[in-house]
């Protein structure tokens, strides 16, 4: 069975470890915030300029002059600190980040990634992602495995403008989890329910196969 937005944001978090700085990307990046384990202290970044985000507010925490780069509303944990984006974006592009999530439409065997444009669709932008991209070693994609059509989105070549070119490492859909290297998809994990037969119909680039493929925990 897919995973739903927030078990992908669930296993997203697995990810997260002590003391990462972490750049959250609009969509389901964002809910990886909820999902933050216990144990582990990270600092929670967005681009329009908080560093210490903390989880969706509740009715009675709601401060609509808090918000995320998604506009969506957010909280702050104790130290949290608010800046211009000129600042937030030095952060970025200087290296700083440890790991960052994102959306994508899709991304290729070589690690590109596409994500802003979809030509005579309206598209909100590309926000930070091109920096993102750029100042990051360690970024997770986080997308839905095929179209609503049934079309694959882990292609041999990205068919829509670049975001950025060989900055990928790892993917993790709603039907598995995958790392990119050498050119080619490698599966780690598949979503619990869901086939290996499945994961490799619905992937256009080529993909390598382990003998044992674990179903993720979420």
């Known amino acids: 069975m897919a995973l739903s937005r927030q078990q992908i944001a669930m296993r997203v978090?697995?990810?997260?470890?002590?003391?990462?700085?972490?750049?959250?990307?609009?969509?389901?990046?964002?809910l990886v915030a909820n999902y933050v384990p216990d144990g582990i202290e990270v600092m929670l970044q967005s681009e329009n300029g908080l560093l210490g985000m903390g989880?969706?507010?509740?009715?009675?925490?709601?401060?609509?002059?808090?918000?995320?780069?998604?506009?969506?509303?957010?909280?702050?944990?104790?130290?949290?600190?608010?800046?211009?984006?000129?600042?937030?974006?030095a952060m970025i592009r200087g290296g700083h980040v440890d790991l960052t999530v994102l959306g994508a439409f899709e991304v290729d065997v070589e690690g590109n990634i596409a994500s802003y444009m979809i030509p005579d669709k309206l598209i909100k932008g590309m926000g930070g992602a091109m920096d993102l991209?750029?100042?990051?070693?360690?970024?997770?994609?986080?997308?839905?495995h095929a179209s609503k059509h049934g079309e694959s989105k882990l292609l041999t070549e990205c068919s829509l403008p670049l975001t950025g070119k060989g900055?990928?490492?790892?993917?993790?859909?709603?039907?598995?989890?995958?790392?990119i290297k050498d050119g080619k998809f490698h599966l780690l994990e598949r979503a619990p329910g869901v086939s290996v037969d499945e994961i490799v119909r619905l992937t256009?680039?080529?993909l390598v196969v382990p003998e044992h493929v674990p179903e993720m925990t979420v």
């Open 133 to 144: 991209v750029a100042g990051a070693d360690n970024i997770i994609v986080t997308m839905t």
């Open 167 to 179: 900055c990928i490492k790892k993917v993790l859909t709603d039907l598995a989890f995958i790392e």
């Open 55 to 89: 989880q969706f507010p509740t009715e009675q925490e709601l401060d609509a002059d808090m918000i995320n780069a998604g506009k969506q509303t957010v909280t702050a944990i104790t130290g949290a600190s608010i800046f211009d984006s000129a600042e937030s974006f």
């Open 13 to 30: 978090a697995q990810e997260l470890k002590d003391g990462y700085y972490v750049n959250l990307g609009i969509g389901i990046p964002t």
């Open 204 to 206: 256009a680039g080529e």
